[in-house]
């Protein structure tokens, strides 16, 4: 049997993150004239509307209430499987190999849990009149189990508390690097039609950044400069991870 490549295994570790998640495209962020392309690659219309992802098969369909419930209850033992897999690995490569990976896939779990954070706290704007108390409970879940796994992978690999927790994300940052790759992952689309969607929904979000600075607010990262306000702060990250990791309170600055 061969070896499975770095390449190759990092990318399973990728696909667990992606599998079966639950999200919505919020319509009032998306150019007019890419909207008929979005529901071409996505299959269905996955604007204001509940979608799960289905990696391994390709897919994307409908939330439905109660059917999706076991597929998010095993969410939780599908990323612990990835905590152990690379606790594994990290005895089977060298060093600067692992903390690469290491360091590009807690990268991306750390960007699941904001997005999931924030899909669940944006329900009521974006999904209106459809939202129930059980709709509601499932993006909760789904952000503890992000939450948690996060968690996890700080205790284990970084007991130094050596971690630098991102204040928030920038929409350029989102729009040219983790949606394109959420999209080609769970849809395997060509990229020159994410591209042109980037392109186009950067535009858009740059100029509902002057207009509608409420829609976009809290999405604030350290690269290209651009100053935005966090969705999470600076203080409430350090207080997550005080209390969450090395059970110490934060400190109050009220």
Do not use: C
Not at 133 to 140: A, C, K, P, R, V
């Amino acid at each position: 049997m061969n070896k499975q490549s770095l390449d190759d295994f990092y990318d399973s570790l990728i696909e667990v993150l992606i599998h079966e998640i639950v999200f919505y495209v919020p319509r009032e962020l998306i150019p007019e004239k890419d909207v008929a392309e979005i529901n071409r690659m996505f299959g269905i219309d996955p604007f204001n509307e509940l979608v799960v992802i289905d990696v391994y098969r390709g897919g994307r369909f409908k939330y439905e209430q109660g059917t999706y419930k076991p597929l998010l209850v095993a969410k939780h033992g599908s990323l612990e499987k990835n905590l152990f897999k690379l606790l594994q690995k990290k005895s089977e490569i060298a060093p600067f190999e692992f903390n690469y990976i290491l360091d590009k896939y807690i990268e991306q779990v750390e960007f699941y849990h904001f997005i999931t954070s924030w899909l669940f706290n944006h329900l009521a704007l974006y999904i209106e009149n459809k939202v129930n108390l059980e709709i509601q409970g499932d993006f909760q879940l789904q952000y503890n189990y992000y939450k948690k796994h996060l968690v996890d992978l700080i205790k284990h690999f970084y007991p130094s508390n050596d971690y630098n927790f991102r204040e928030g994300y920038d929409p350029m940052e989102i729009l040219e690097f983790y949606l394109p790759d959420f999209m080609a992952r769970g849809g395997k689309e060509q990229r020159e039609t994410k591209d042109k969607i980037v392109n186009d929904s950067t535009e858009i979000i740059e100029d509902e950044n002057s207009t509608k600075t409420n829609q976009v607010k809290g999405i604030k990262g350290k690269v290209k400069k651009i100053k935005k306000e966090p969705l999470i702060s600076a203080k409430a990250s350090d207080d997550f991870i005080l209390e969450s990791v090395f059970n110490v309170k934060g400190i109050s600055t009220d």
